[in-house]
């Protein structure tokens, strides 16, 4: 006979309540910082994120990282539309956006002399 636990019942309670959820990932993948101010260089690399909506009210966790010793990149949202900032950060962390709307990120060196690098990037919904 199964009998369930305070833990078990409770994790049920909050699935059903919709008030438990897992993140959701929105977008991820590996892209070049940007170096030139275009999402696609000379070469063929791709420089910026794909598009992708984001809803209003919605949190949503971005992370990124790029290799290299002494790198430091920073995101930035931008409207698919008009290519304007939506929202900008240094560090990982969350976003809520006050509209939806169709974004992408691109990331920006900030350490002199470097650029080029690999960046691994992640949006995920927050928990």
């Not at 636990?5 to 309670?13: E, F, K, P």
């Not at 794909?50 to 010793?69: D, N, Q, R």
């Amino acid at each position: 006979m199964y009998i369930p636990t305070a833990q078990s019942v409770l994790t049920a309670g909050l699935a059903l309540t919709g008030t438990y959820h897992k993140p959701t990932e929105i977008t991820s993948g590996k892209i070049l910082d940007y170096a030139v101010e275009s999402c696609i260089d000379a070469s063929g690399a791709r420089r910026c994120t794909a598009p992708f909506l984001v809803a209003k009210s919605t949190c949503y966790e971005i992370a990124w990282s790029t290799a290299g010793a002494l790198t430091h990149t920073t995101a930035e949202v931008r409207d698919a539309g008009s290519g304007e900032i939506v929202y900008y950060r240094d560090t990982d962390g969350r976003w809520t956006p006050g509209k939806g709307e169709l974004v992408y990120m691109d990331f920006k060196p900030k350490v002199p002399a470097t650029g080029n690098s690999t960046v691994e990037y992640r949006v995920t919904t927050c928990e």
